[in-house]
């Protein structure tokens, strides 16, 4: 008898056959169904034994399993491997075609963390590799269930952060992080300035432009950010942050972890679109500075509630006048 390894790639199944779990024999007659072009169903499947049908219930093809005596290895004890159909069942979107499986497949394209495989290329690739077409829901958890075997549960990686940030402070002289916990130890805020960016700060003008977004990880969660702008009118950073939704502790948190760091300014502005955490925070944490709305955000407002022509020209001729003159033109 011969036993069947995990990972183990074989063109064909036959009695005797001894895998060592279920999970490893339902992942090679997967395979097998998917290259020979049929799709099967489990009418039985217990902790002691599965069976296997095709799909054609008229079919004679057949497979039975069981547990190989006391053990956990189950063992191929009767296989017809005949198909008296015409297969025409074996539709572009086959059944047998698993994310699980799937992501098997694309493990090796997530090695290198230079390269950025998207959803997309997964579709492309399992259409040309295997001949099957997945949607894009099925190759986007495929694309999860390999990120989690290849770099781990991305739940994980909140744990590491206590040594990222002494790494990160360690290799760059002078970086202050910050990671705030909640009342049952979870993760629940994170505040980095590196040093560069610290000691420019005193070089750069008094604006604090600030923003948040939408992270698209598995466990989603909001970027803060916080930059200025250079001598040479460029975008310096300041800070960033992560945090789990744009509310009024979470900016707070941010702002007081900002001005920790970098203190105030006089004549300090802070730009920012008009969400009314970033304003309650502001009033709070820097109520001497000047806060300002970006002009970009205020015009997105203005077009979807106003629908005037010229509006757009119209706004930034006054938002752009810098004497009392200019702007009653």
């Known amino acids: 008898m011969e036993i069947i ?15 060592e779990s279920k999970e490893d024999l339902k992942e090679v007659l997967s395979m097998i169904a998917i290259k020979k072009k049929f799709q ?13 049908r ?10 039975s399993v069981r547990v190989y005596k006391n053990t956990t290895m189950y063992k191929v004890c009767t296989y017809k491997n005949v198909h008296t159909c015409s ?6 979107d086959h059944r047998q075609a698993s994310s699980h499986l799937i992501s098997k497949y694309i493990q090796n394209m997530l090695g290198d963390p230079k390269v950025e495989y998207k959803t997309n290329q997964v579709i492309s690739d399992v259409k040309r590799v295997l001949g099957v077409t997945v949607n894009y ?24 952060l206590p040594s ?12 202050v992080t910050k990671i705030m916990k909640d009342s049952e130890n979870r993760f629940k805020f994170l505040f980095v300035a590196y040093g560069v960016s610290i000691e420019g700060w005193k070089h750069c003008r008094p604006v604090i432009v600030v923003d948040g977004t939408f992270l698209k990880a598995k ?34 948190w941010f702002f007081t972890s900002l001005k920790e760091v970098i203190g105030g300014r006089e004549e300090l502005y802070i730009v920012s679109n008009r969400h009314l955490s970033i304003a309650n925070a502001i009033k709070r944490v820097y109520p001497e500075a000047h806060h300002g709305i970006c002009m970009h955000h205020l015009k997105e407002n203005l077009i979807k509630r106003y629908m005037v022509a010229g509006l757009h020209d119209l706004f930034f001729k006054a938002a752009k006048a810098y004497r009392h003159s200019e702007f009653e033109k």
Not at 40 to 52: E, Q
Not at 164 to 175: A, E, Q, R
Request: hydrophobic share 35%.
């Open 5 to 19: 390894t995990k990972g183990t790639s074989i063109e064909d199944l036959k009695e005797n056959l001894i895998f």
């Open 40 to 52: 099967y169903r489990v009418p039985k499947s217990d902790k002691k034994r599965f069976m296997a």
């Open 54 to 63: 095709c799909i054609d219930e008229k079919c004679e093809w057949y497979l």
């Open 87 to 92: 297969l025409e069942f074996s539709n572009p």
């Open 137 to 160: 829901q099925k190759a986007w958890r495929a694309m999860q269930n390999a990120r989690d075997e290849v770099l781990g549960p991305a739940s994980d990686s909140y744990g590491l």
């Open 164 to 175: 990222y940030c002494h790494v990160l402070k360690k290799n760059n002289p002078g970086s």
């Open 219 to 252: 466990h989603g969660g909001i970027l803060f950010v916080a930059c200025a702008k250079d001598g040479n009118n460029g975008i310096f950073p300041l800070a960033f942050g992560v945090g789990e939704s744009e509310n009024n502790e979470a900016w707070e």
